[in-house]
T-cell receptor
Framework: QKEVEQNSGPLSVPEGAIASLNCTYS??????FFWYRQYSGKSPELIMS????GDKEDGRFTAQLNKASQYVSLLIRDSQPSDSATYLC???????????FGRGTSLIVHP | NAGVTQTPKFQVLKTGQSMTLQCAQD?????MYWYRQDPGMGLRLIYY???????DKGEVPNGYNVSRLNKREFSLRLESAAPSQTSVYFC?????????????FGSGTRLTVV
């Protein structure tokens, strides 16, 4: 059973702070890693994908991948109340392009 | 606007009734998927279609059937609805290759079975 684990939260951070969201996975052969944002009552929206060890930056978002330790994280700099949402981690195991989703971490950014 | 369109957005069924959820994408993606999302359970894959003409079971296929009508459309059918199928259903599509690509999701169907 391929597992993707996330702390359900909620993670509460003040406006302007860095929010750090973490995800661990069980399949050491995993190749593709994704972060989705899901606002309450809405569908998930892809915000980041990462395939190689290291950091990948896109605006205020940075995805970090460490395959040796089997974790992927998402950093949100200068957090805004509009970032308040549930963040889903998804990992494609080795040999499959279909990802396993974590249960998500709820992020609350308070003014 | 380009994307994935799902219908209906809301539906209430009585136990034993049948219905079909419709999904269409206009991004020329090869792969399409149906997920259900329940509180505390995350997204679970019901069925997927890697390409036109193929369908495969996911994690929770029991009680559902699918049809890949053409490259654009992928429908999900509940033949005899049960209260356990009360959920939010999402259709998604992607251009799948060896490295994997992220999904584009539809807006979802909120289904209640009474």
């Amino acid at each position: 059973q391929k597992e993707v684990e996330q702390n359900s939260g909620p993670l509460s951070v003040p406006e302007g702070a860095i929010a750090s969201l973490n995800c661990t996975y069980s399949d050491r052969g995993s190749q593709s890693f994704f972060w989705y944002r899901q606002y309450s009552g809405k569908s998930p929206e892809l915000i980041m994908s990462i395939y190689s060890n290291g950091d990948k930056e896109d605006g205020r978002f940075t995805a970090q991948l460490n395959k040796a330790s089997q974790y992927v994280s998402l950093l949100i700099r200068d957090s805004q109340p509009s970032d308040s949402a549930t963040y889903l981690c998804a990992v494609s195991p080795g040999g499959s392009y279909i990802p396993t989703f974590g249960r998500g971490t709820s992020l609350i950014v308070h003014p | 606007n380009a994307g994935v369109t799902q219908t209906p957005k809301f539906q209430v069924l009585k136990t034993g009734q049948s219905m079909t959820l419709q999904c269409a994408q206009d991004m020329n993606h090869n792969s399409m998927y149906w997920y259900r999302q329940d509180p505390g359970m995350g997204l679970r894959l019901i069925y997927y279609s890697a390409s036109e003409g193929t369908t495969d079971k996911g994690e929770v296929p029991n009680g559902y059937n699918v049809s890949r009508l053409n490259k654009r459309e992928f429908s999900l059918r509940l033949e005899s609805a049960a209260p356990s199928q009360t959920s939010v259903y999402f259709c998604a599509s992607s251009e799948a290759d060896a490295t994997g690509n992220g999904y584009t999701f539809g807006s979802g169907t909120r289904l209640t079975v009474v």
